[in-house]
């Protein structure tokens, strides 16, 4: 099994890409044309992480209104204050800040279509390649 992406119905496809695409170094995999504009994202690994699009047939959550525990989706950084710092200035806003143990650093934010994303400062970085590297868990 290889995850593939999630998938978020949203209002603006094309300005939450734009957004990703201009603050987080996302890439854009893939755009379809309107109405619907499926939009396919890429990490800076190349993976797939996230498809918006829009879509009236289904209900277009209001993310602003989910407690951040309820949903979101988290990034791997090394840096969580400094992209903190840059996408607050771009217009996400900061809903929680911990630092569990030392060298770990979780930022939780709202992009600013209300959205929950997390950076991941962690003093272990979960592995980003084989994931055989990494014994299951019990």
Known sequence: MVFEHLALNVPDPVAVARWYVSHLDARVLSQGDG???TTFLA???GRVFLEVYYNPLGEI???AERHPLTFH???QTSDAAGLR???TLAGAEVVEEICPEPGTHLVMLRDPFGIPLQLCQRRRPYPTGVAAAVPPVR
């Open 43 to 45: 990490d800076s690994t």
């Open 35 to 37: 109405p619907v504009h």
């Open 73 to 75: 989706f988290a990034l």
């Open 85 to 87: 710092d840059s996408l």
């Open 61 to 63: 959550d209001d993310f």
